[in-house]
């Protein structure tokens, strides 16, 4: 991947779930230097701020749906800024809870197919989020995104899907937290999915390689979603869904090494990180050392971090 402008959005996004805290990721992200260290690489930066919702109706606070209109709301504005960034670079969407790959993917995909490319999209995450609004249990909307840019129904009034990601464009590696519908959802399907167990086994490289082979062959557009949630919680304690087990600081790596040296990463998420449980800003700093891994930092080039 040579030299590119990065696009920063900002998506302060807290309407996903109920546990507050994720609003202060895109500024928790610039002060660990995300910028910085994009500029050290030799690309350059811009940074378009922080977002807000579209103007949405109020949302009932008893509805079984958090923050649905919110939510929404989101989707609209991410998707728009979505289509505009391509124009400027490679943008990155700094969250901000999962639900805004509702919006991020939404315009990745429109964008894709006004150009006459397929999306590919690479889930870096603990969870399928392959539920849809009448499928889930906790009423929480960042378990929804993959359902929805798949195609998946029941997301009434959200925008219209008119490019649906094809399910068999869509690779998930780290999964260790599915609940018995998603499940059956998934084998339902031609999502390619990789839990801990079949990376513990086989290791992290194959499952991406074979990926990205395909998204080369296609001249595909690879839209990768990182969720704090992928790694590991004894590394990276700073989100709400920690689940034991996740991916180490090395496979980590390694997976964002990968996607440099494939030069096919168009677009990315940094999402699901809550400052409040972050610990002297660890997780922050982890996620943009990742960041920089993925656009081009090798592994002889890392800083080394004092958290005393």
């Given at each position: ?28 992200f ?40 919110r ?5 609209k ?48 995450d ?21 359902g ?28 260790r ?11 339902d ?78 677009s ?18 982890l ?9 081009g ?12």
């Amino acid at each position: 991947m040579s030299e590119r402008n990065c696009v920063l959005v900002g998506a302060p996004v807290d309407s996903g779930k109920r546990r507050p805290g994720c609003l202060m990721g895109p500024d928790a992200f610039r002060t660990a230097g995300l910028a910085k260290a994009l500029i050290d690489l030799g690309h350059s930066v811009s940074d378009l701020g922080n977002l807000s919702p579209d103007a949405h109706e109020p949302d009932d606070a008893g509805d079984h749906l958090f923050a649905l209109n919110r939510t929404i709301g989101w989707t609209k504005a991410l998707a728009r800024t979505a289509q505009e960034a391509f124009g400027k670079g490679l943008p990155i969407f700094l969250g901000g809870d999962h639900s805004l790959s509702l919006g991020s993917v939404l315009g990745a995909a429109n964008h894709a197919a006004a150009l006459g490319r397929p999306l590919f999209v690479l889930w870096l995450d603990a969870h399928t989020d392959f539920h849809t609004p009448q499928t889930t249990d906790s009423g929480n909307l960042h378990g929804t995104p993959v359902g929805y840019f798949t195609g998946r129904g029941g997301f009434d009034g959200f925008p219209e899907v008119p490019n649906p990601v094809p399910e068999e464009n869509v690779c998930m590696i780290g999964l260790r937290s599915v609940d018995q519908a998603e499940r059956q959802a998934l084998e339902d399907s031609k999502i390619r999915r990789h839990d801990m167990r079949d990376i513990d086994e086989n290791g992290i490289k194959g499952p991406l390689t074979d990926f990205l082979k395909d998204v080369a062959a296609q001249n595909g557009m690879l839209h990768v979603s990182l969720d704090v949630d992928f790694l590991d919680p004894s590394i990276a304690p700073a989100v709400g869904t920690t689940v034991p087990g996740g991916a180490t600081v090395r496979e980590a790596h390694l997976v964002c090494e990968i996607l440099h040296d494939s030069g096919l990463v168009t677009s990315l998420d940094l999402v699901e990180l809550n400052p409040f449980l972050d610990e002297r800003g660890r997780t922050a700093h982890l996620m943009v050392d990742l960041c920089a891994s993925a656009l081009g930092r090798r592994v002889f080039d890392r800083p080394t971090r004092s958290y005393q």
